[in-house]
C-alpha cells in the first residue's frame, strides 16, 4: 500500500519528480517517508533499484500472477508453489480440478472450489474491453447516477473518451458540490461487485462481471482543468506540464498555480501565490496560447503542435456521414431481409446505403451465387421504386433525409486464395459497389497476399476494400502485408480503403489511416452491419477515423449518393484506376 500510495503521488506532482531528485531537489510527495523516497533516488539516478532486482531472484515472477486471483494470499501462494511446484495460473487451475490443492494443510475442497471461481473471475476481469462493451458499462452507471443528489454532470474520461480501440478500466468525472452523495450512490449501486476504495473526492469500485470503474469529483465551475488531466493521454498532459513550466506556472488536475523561483509551486500562504482555475477545456488550452484540441487526437502525436500553429483538423462528425457502403442481409450471413436494414438506415437518416452481401465461395456464410444474385438485384430496384414513390409522397420516417433514400445493390466479393475474383468481370460490372475482402488463406507469405490485394485493387470494378488488415481486436492478428506498397497501390487505383466500424475490428486502425491519408489515399466509414443495431458501429468507425486526423473531405461516404458514386473508379468524380468499367455504370438496380 505504501508503494501504491507513492505511485499516486508521483503520477499526480505538478513537478518532474525524476528532474527533481536528479537536480538534488527531491519534492515532498504526500504520503512518502524516506524509506521509498531514498529507493526514488536510486531510480531516478541510475533507473534500477537494487532492492527491486533481489526481490525478483527470490520469488519467480511468474507468481505475482497468483496473487491476483481473488482470495489467495502471498502465504497461501507460497505454500502452493513450495509444496506442489504450482508456478503459473494454468498449474494451479490443473492441480485444483485435480483435487492435489486439498492435500495441503487447512487447504480443502472449498478452497478447491473458490480457486476455480477466482480463477474465472481473474479471467473476466483482465481482458480489455471493446468500446461497445465498455460503452455498455458507462452507460448502466451513468444512468443510475443521473439524478443524484447535486450532480451537475457526468463526462466519462480516460481512454474511452479519447476512443482508444480496447478500454482497460473506466474513468468517470462527475460535476457536483455534494460529493458523499454521489459517492455513496455508485458505491451502493447493485451492478458493484467490490469496492476498492472510498475517499472524500474518489470512488473505485469493480463493476460486477465488468472493469474497474473510477468517479473523481469536479468541483462546480472549475471542471476545465479536470477534464484535460483525466482525459489524458499520459504522455499529452505531461506535453502541456512542460509548455506551463516555461510559463511558471505548474499544471495539475486542480488548476494553474505559479512557480516560484526555486521551480516549485507556491504555497497558498505565500504572497505571491496564485491559482488559475477554468471551467471549460477550451479555456485551459487557450491560457496556454493553444486551440481545444478534440480527445480523440490526444496522444502528443503533433497535435500540441498543431493547436500552437492553428492548423489542427477539421474532424469528421458523424453527422458529416451520407451513406454506409458496407452492410448484410439475411441473404447471407445478417439476421433481417434487405428492406429492413435499408428502412432502418433510412429511419437514422442516412441518403443511401449499399447492400454487400457475401460472394459465393464464402460458403459458411452463405454466400451468393449469380442466379441470387439476379434475384436481389430485382428485388433493389422494387424497393427503390418503392423509396422514391414515398418519397414523392411525402411519406418519410421521421429522422429521413427529405431528399428521399437509394439502396445501391453491392457485393462483400471474396479475393480468392489464388488471387482470383469471386465473380467474373460481366457480373461485377452490374453492381453499383464492389467491396473486396479477404477471409480465407490467412497465412499466406506476405508476397502471396499482396498479390491477391494487387489483383483486386487493379480490378475496374473493385471500388473499396474491407477491413483491410483482417484483424479482430484480442482473437486475430493483423494480415502480414507490406504495408507501405498497399497503401499506395490503393491511392494508384483509386481504391478507396475501409474504416471499419465493428468494435471487433476498427480496421484500419488509426496510425494504419493516417499514414495511408499521408500516401494520398482516401476512405470510407463503414459499419458492416449484420443486423440493425449495428448501424451504431458507424459511431466507432466515425471515432477510428477521427483518430487518424481524418476530414470529411477525405471520407468519400460524406457525399450524397451520386456523389458517392461519382468518387468511384468508373464515376465522373474518380480520382484514379481504370477508365470504364464494362459499361456498369447506369446498369446497377440502385442508380
Same mark, same amino acid.
Given at each position: 500500500?505504501?508503494?501504491?500510495?507513492?505511485? +499516486?503521488?508521483?503520477?499526480?506532482?505538478?513537478?518532474?519528480?525524476?528532474?527533481?531528485? #536528479?537536480?538534488?531537489?527531491?519534492?515532498?510527495?504526500?504520503?512518502? /517517508?524516506?524509506?521509498i523516497r531514498d529507493k526514488l533516488a536510486e531510480l531516478a539516478e541510475t533507473g534500477h533499484l537494487r532492492f527491486h532486482d533481489r526481490l525478483r531472484t527470490e520469488v519467480p515472477p511468474e507468481l505475482l500472477a497468483l496473487v491476483q486471483i481473488p482470495g489467495l494470499g502471498p502465504r497461501s501462494v507460497r505454500e502452493l508453489h513450495e509444496r506442489l511446484g504450482i508456478l503459473t495460473i494454468e498449474d494451479l487451475e490443473r492441480a485444483a480440478r485435480a483435487g492435489r490443492v486439498r492435500e495441503l494443510k487447512g487447504m480443502g475442497p472449498g478452497t478447491e472450489q473458490r480457486i476455480l471461481e477466482g480463477i474465472e473471475a481473474l479471467g473476466r476481469r483482465s481482458g480489455r474491453l471493446r468500446l461497445g462493451q465498455a460503452a455498455e458499462h458507462l452507460g448502466q452507471v451513468v444512468e443510475a447516477l443521473r439524478d443524484a443528489p447535486g450532480l451537475q454532470s457526468l463526462v466519462p474520461a480516460g481512454s474511452f473518451r479519447r476512443r482508444r480501440e480496447t478500454i482497460g478500466d473506466l474513468d468517470l468525472l462527475a460535476e457536483t458540490d455534494r460529493p458523499k452523495e454521489v459517492i455513496a450512490r455508485l458505491v451502493g449501486l447493485p451492478g458493484v461487485a467490490r469496492v476498492i476504495g472510498q475517499?472524500?473526492?474518489?470512488?473505485?469500485?469493480?463493476?460486477?462481471?465488468?472493469?474497474?470503474?473510477?468517479?473523481?469529483?469536479?468541483?462546480?465551475?472549475?471542471? *476545465?482543468?479536470?477534464?484535460?488531466?483525466?482525459?489524458?493521454?499520459?504522455?499529452?498532459?505531461?506535453?502541456?506540464?512542460?509548455?506551463?513550466?516555461?510559463?511558471?506556472?505548474?499544471?495539475?488536475?486542480?488548476?494553474?498555480?505559479?512557480?516560484?523561483?526555486?521551480?516549485?509551486?507556491?504555497?497558498?500562504?505565500?504572497?505571491?501565490?496564485?491559482?488559475?482555475?477554468?471551467?471549460?477545456?477550451?479555456?485551459?488550452?487557450?491560457?496556454?496560447?493553444?486551440?481545444?484540441?478534440?480527445?480523440?487526437?490526444?496522444?502528443?502525436?503533433?497535435?500540441?503542435?498543431?493547436?500552437?500553429? $492553428?492548423?489542427l483538423p477539421q474532424l469528421v462528425e458523424l453527422a458529416d456521414l451520407r451513406g454506409d457502403s458496407h452492410c448484410h442481409s439475411d441473404w447471407s450471413d445478417g439476421r433481417y431481409p434487405p428492406e429492413r436494414m435499408a428502412e432502418e438506415a433510412r429511419r437514422r437518416g442516412l441518403s443511401w446505403l449499399v447492400l454487400t452481401d457475401h460472394s459465393q465461395s464464402l460458403a459458411i456464410a452463405r454466400g451468393l451465387t449469380p442466379d441470387r444474385v439476379e434475384l436481389q438485384h430485382r428485388l433493389i430496384g422494387q424497393l427503390n421504386e418503392r423509396f422514391a414513390r414515398e418519397t414523392a409522397a411525402g411519406q418519410l420516417h421521421q429522422g429521413a433525409a427529405a431528399d428521399g433514400f437509394r439502396l445501391l445493390h453491392g457485393c462483400e466479393m471474396e479475393i480468392r486464395a489464388d488471387a482470383r475474383l469471386d465473380y467474373p468481370d460481366e457480373l461485377l460490372a452490374r453492381f453499383d459497389v464492389v467491396v473486396a475482402s479477404l477471409h480465407v488463406g490467412r497465412r499466406q507469405p506476405r508476397a502471396q497476399l499482396m498479390a491477391r490485394y494487387r489483383a483486386a485493387m487493379e480490378s475496374p470494378h473493385v471500388d473499396v476494400i474491407a477491413h483491410p488488415s483482417g484483424r479482430k481486436l484480442g482473437e486475430r492478428d493483423e494480415l502480414d502485408l507490406d504495408w +507501405?506498397?498497399?497503401?499506395?497501390?490503393?491511392?494508384?487505383? $483509386?481504391?478507396?480503403?475501409?474504416?471499419?466500424?465493428?468494435?471487433? #475490428?476498427? +480496421?484500419?486502425?488509426?496510425?494504419?489511416?493516417?499514414?495511408?491519408?499521408?500516401? /494520398?489515399?482516401?476512405?470510407?466509414?463503414?459499419?458492416?452491419?449484420?443486423?440493425? /443495431?449495428?448501424?451504431?458501429?458507424?459511431?466507432?468507425?466515425?471515432?477510428?477515423?477521427?483518430?487518424?486526423?481524418?476530414?470529411?473531405?477525405?471520407?468519400?461516404?460524406?457525399?450524397?449518393? +451520386?456523389?458517392?458514386? *461519382?468518387?468511384?473508379?468508373?464515376?465522373?468524380?474518380?480520382?484514379?484506376?481504370?477508365?470504364?468499367?464494362? /459499361?456498369?455504370? $447506369?446498369?446497377?438496380?440502385?442508380?
Open positions: 500500500m505504501a508503494y501504491r500510495r507513492a505511485a +499516486d503521488a508521483i503520477a499526480h506532482s505538478p513537478e518532474p519528480v525524476a528532474e527533481a531528485f #536528479r537536480a538534488g531537489q527531491p519534492p515532498t510527495l504526500p504520503g512518502v /517517508g524516506k524509506a475517499g472524500a473526492h474518489k470512488a473505485s469500485v469493480e463493476l460486477r462481471d465488468g472493469p474497474q470503474l473510477d468517479l473523481m469529483i469536479m468541483p462546480p465551475g472549475k471542471a *476545465g482543468s479536470y477534464l484535460v488531466h483525466f482525459t489524458g493521454s499520459a504522455e499529452h498532459n505531461v506535453h502541456l506540464r512542460g509548455l506551463a513550466r516555461d510559463r511558471g506556472w505548474s499544471l495539475s488536475e486542480h488548476g494553474f498555480v505559479r512557480l516560484g523561483d526555486d521551480g516549485r509551486p507556491l504555497a497558498a500562504s505565500d504572497a505571491a501565490a496564485d491559482l488559475r482555475t477554468f471551467e471549460t477545456e477550451a479555456e485551459v488550452y487557450r491560457f496556454l496560447d493553444l486551440d481545444l484540441m478534440p480527445p480523440e487526437l490526444r496522444e502528443d502525436q503533433g497535435e500540441i503542435e498543431a493547436a500552437a500553429e $492553428g492548423r +507501405d506498397a498497399f497503401y499506395a497501390l490503393a491511392a494508384e487505383t $483509386g481504391t478507396l480503403l475501409e474504416i471499419n466500424g465493428s468494435d471487433e #475490428r476498427l +480496421d484500419l486502425e488509426p496510425r494504419r489511416a493516417r499514414r495511408a491519408k499521408e500516401a /494520398g489515399c482516401r476512405f470510407t466509414i463503414d459499419s458492416d452491419a449484420h443486423f440493425v /443495431g449495428e448501424f451504431d458501429n458507424l459511431v466507432w468507425g466515425t471515432a477510428m477515423a477521427r483518430r487518424a486526423w481524418l476530414e470529411a473531405s477525405d471520407v468519400m461516404n460524406t457525399r450524397d449518393c +451520386d456523389g458517392f458514386l *461519382g468518387a468511384l473508379k468508373g464515376g465522373l468524380g474518380g480520382l484514379g484506376g481504370r477508365a470504364g468499367r464494362g /459499361g456498369r455504370v $447506369g446498369r446497377g438496380a440502385g442508380r
